[in-house]
Each structure stands twice: as structure tokens, then as C-alpha cells.
């Protein structure tokens, strides 16, 4: 989304409005308050997160996997993965933790250059991140499915041997 408008001082790309209107439509139709206060508090954890390792990266280069990008959104990815199943609540959370992380920066920045919401480099870390985080979940539920085929294959075998023959 290449459009943009000022607004108080800050340039605001179309993506940030876009995925500021999902998250909360997400969270909005998700049952539970529990789970909407659940929602919340992952997405402000990713978003600080997202923000300190933006900020410290490059103080630790021995941490970076392939580029600083790439690392920043296999974490924040994983983490995203690892605490919220349902693909729309992950999106959801993952979309306004990376926003929250963005806000944080333009506001630690805004000193040393003009406030800026959602420009290319975010679009490209967020499209990185959402690929990590749906990456990893199929990962973890392929890893969880194999594992209970081979408990069930190894019980069966234990339950047959076990089992006195009838000649």
C-alpha cells in the first residue's frame, strides 16, 4: 500500500490502517473477553518484542541468523505461533503486536527523524513475520501429529505383544 496521509504530524502508510481494522475486527468477533484480553496482552508482548530487538540487534551480531530482518521475524513469529493456535488470531495479534512495536519506534525515534507508520520496510517485515509465524504453527501441528501416530503405533505394538495367543 504505497498511498499515505498525514495525520498530526505523523505519515501513516494505508497497511497500518488496514491492519489496525483486522485486528480489531478479529478481536471484536473472537467469543470470549478472557480470550480478547488474551489477545491484547500477546500482542503487547510481540510488539515489545518487536521493538527490542529492533533496537538491540545490531548490539549482538553473533544472534542474527540471516539478516537482522529475517531474525526479527523468526522470534517474533515463533512467539506468535507458539501462543496463539487459531490462523485469524494469530494474524490478528501478530498484525497489531508489529504495529504496537512500530509505534513504540516512531516514538523513540522522533527526535532524529519524522514520525512514519507503516512504511515498505515494515509491509515487508510483516509479510516475513506472518510467513514465520504460519510456517512454524504447521511445523508444530505436523510435529504433534507424527508424534501421536507414533505413540499409537508403539502402544499397538506393546497391547499385541502383551496379548496371550490363542492355539
Given at each position: 500500500m504505497r498511498w499515505s496521509t498525514d495525520?498530526?504530524?505523523?505519515?501513516?502508510?494505508?497497511?497500518?490502517?488496514?491492519?489496525?481494522?483486522?485486528?480489531?475486527?478479529?478481536?471484536?468477533?473472537t467469543p470470549s473477553f478472557l480470550y480478547r484480553f488474551h489477545l491484547l496482552s500477546i500482542a503487547l508482548l510481540l510488539g515489545s518484542v518487536y521493538f527490542f530487538m529492533r533496537e538491540t540487534l545490531h548490539l549482538m551480531p553473533a544472534v542474527i541468523w540471516f539478516s537482522p530482518?529475517?531474525?526479527v521475524a523468526a522470534s517474533v513469529g515463533f512467539l506468535a505461533a507458539a501462543l496463539l493456535r487459531w490462523p485469524p488470531l494469530q494474524i490478528a495479534g501478530l498484525s497489531l503486536g508489529l504495529l504496537i512495536g512500530d509505534v513504540m519506534s516512531a516514538c523513540a525515534h522522533r527526535e532524529q527523524m519524522a514520525m512514519t507508520l507503516g512504511q515498505t520496510e515494515f509491509q515487508d517485515v510483516w509479510w516475513l513475520t506472518a510467513f514465520a509465524a504460519r510456517g512454524c504453527s504447521l511445523l508444530m501441528e505436523g510435529m504433534v501429529a507424527g508424534t501421536k501416530l507414533a505413540f499409537k503405533r508403539v502402544r499397538q505394538r506393546v497391547r499385541s505383544g502383551r496379548e496371550p495367543?490363542?492355539?
Open positions: 495525520w498530526g504530524g505523523i505519515r501513516v502508510y494505508g497497511c497500518t490502517l488496514v491492519l489496525l481494522v483486522v485486528s480489531l475486527w478479529v478481536m471484536v468477533r530482518d529475517w531474525t495367543e490363542n492355539d
